[in-house]
């Protein structure tokens, strides 16, 4: 039995968010059916993606739809409310909230009330002032924009294969991706891997015509897999003649001409920026206290440090790592995120309940990445694994890990096709202005022409 009626504000909808949410719909369901406690989830969008499928989503190895989890579904027992918390003032335990109805009402937000507050809105792509970028540069953190990703490199294909002119032909068969972590080397393994087997449709479009270029300014990638794996990688990376430049930054990107560091300039109408992450903005509109990184300061206990009733985990936030050395902090990926939530979700509930709070303590076992179709690598308790057992742990894992049965199973089935059926290499650019045949048919002017489009679609 919960002391008092509770009303919990869980910001954010990725994978702490909507785990905490479930594990605290699980765990109260009796207090929530007697009205003792009520669960709000604001989240701008309705679904959870699951973030390590999004670079086979780009190379059609999974349905979009598949790689989100609807949260209305999964959490039936919540007021999932799509829209974006812009402050919180805990002091007075309210937070602003704007939604798609309050733009339509003439309100700047409204106010919500709560007893306790979850803070999990994630992080946004870390971009740096490099000129350019904003006009021309491409993200990969939602399923929009690797859908995006994938029309965007078959669409060039497709004009390579139209045009005479060489500069064109050039800048279109150029891809340049701008970091050497998970996303970028997963989304370059599986979007060059998609188009060398699209290639063997294009009759004037060889493989050896592109150029598939990674930017990277340390001198490793893939840092979570070890030193070793990480050398491993980049010489499999360059038997498929992808260039993988270290030590070298993006100097400029201005008019779709991406100038690195060492002097090299590469006209690309391709430019992916996957260079890290940094918290979001919302944190520094509320009057909790803050890292230098901009990240909450936090106990191991997943409460946010000198500020009862507030509760934190994930990208956001600043959790010692008990299993570690003194001063050491989890590091913000999926696997701590996942056991986050759950030990969150249990501490909120413990401390309704005056219980003792539970420590989270996990200790990393390892990464896997995957580098294209039975290609990949893994470091898993000190195991180094390569090639396709190493994608075969990647999938395994993955699917073991991705939110409910309805989404394994269909995964599962569109991975079982995907294996007796040739890949699909239609671009669906249209998709992106959907309203763009009808206005022209009634005599309207397309929103923008395709020069104007920094992804180049039609």
């Known amino acids: 039995m919960v002391k008092e009626r509770a009303r919990i504000l869980v910001v954010g909808g990725g994978y702490v968010g909507m785990y905490t949410a479930l594990r605290l719909q ?19 969008d309705p679904y959870m993606t ?13 349905s979009p739809r598949h790689v989100v989890v609807p949260l209305r579904r999964v959490l039936d027992g919540c007021h999932v409310v799509v829209g974006e918390v812009t402050s919180v003032d805990h002091a007075v335990r309210t937070a602003a909230v704007t939604t798609l109805a309050t733009a339509e009402e003439g309100k700047a937000a409204e106010l919500l009330d709560y007893d ?9 792509s870390r971009t740096l002032p490099v000129p350019g970028l904003a006009e021309y540069g491409i993200g990969f953190k939602t399923v929009e924009e690797a859908i995006g990703l994938r029309n965007h490199v078959i669409e060039q294909m497709d004009i390579a294969s139209s045009t005479r002119d060489p500069a064109i032909r050039d800048a279109a068969l150029t891809f340049v991706f701008v970091g050497g972590g998970y996303a970028g080397v997963e989304a370059l393994g599986e979007l060059e891997d998609m188009a060398r087997y699209a290639a063997r449709y294009y009759h004037n479009v060889r493989p050896e015509d592109m150029k598939w270029i990674l930017v990277e300014a340390s001198d490793r990638i893939l840092p979570e897999v070890g030193e070793e794996m990480g050398r491993y990688t980049v010489t499999q990376l360059r038997r498929r003649n992808i260039q993988v430049l ?6 400029s990107c201005a008019d779709r001409v991406a100038v690195l560091s060492d002097g090299q300039r590469f006209p690309t109408r391709t430019l992916v920026w ?3 992450v940094r918290p979001h903005p919302l944190l520094a509109a509320t009057d909790l206290p803050l890292t230098d990184r901009g990240r ?11 500020a009862p009733h507030a509760w934190a985990a994930g990208d956001a936030a600043a959790v010692p790592d008990v299993t570690a050395a003194p001063g050491t902090e989890t590091a913000p990926n999926a696997q701590h995120a996942l056991r986050q939530a759950r030990v969150l979700g249990d501490n909120i509930v413990r401390a309704l309940r005056g219980e003792p709070l539970e420590t989270y303590a996990h200790r990393y076992v390892g990464s896997v990445a995957s580098l294209g179709l039975h290609k990949g690598v893994a470091q898993v308790y000190g195991r180094r694994l390569k090639g396709y057992p190493a ?3 990647h999938r395994v894992y993955h699917l073991s890990r991705v939110p409910t049965f309805n989404r394994k199973a269909r995964v599962l089935a569109e991975w079982t096709l995907a294996g007796l059926f040739k890949r699909e290499i239609v671009s669906l650019g249209s998709l992106e ?13 397309p929103p923008h022409s395709p020069s104007d489009d920094p992804l180049g679609s039609s």
Do not use: N
């Open 116 to 124: 306790e507050l979850v803070l999990a809105p994630g992080s946004i």
């Open 246 to 251: 270290l030590g070298t930054r993006l100097d």
């Open 296 to 306: 909450l300061r936090c106990t191991a206990e997943l409460t946010v440090d000198g």
């Open 26 to 44: 699980r765990k109260l369901k009796a207090e929530l059916k007697r009205g003792e406690a009520e669960i709000t989830v604001v989240t701008p």
């Open 274 to 276: 996957t260079a890290g």
């Open 391 to 393: 994608w075969f742990m």
């Open 433 to 445: 202005h959907p309203r763009a045949e009808f206005e022209l048919a009634a005599g309207g002017q």
């Open 50 to 62: 699951y973030q390590p499928f999004l670079p086979e989503a780009a190379a059609g190895s999974i």
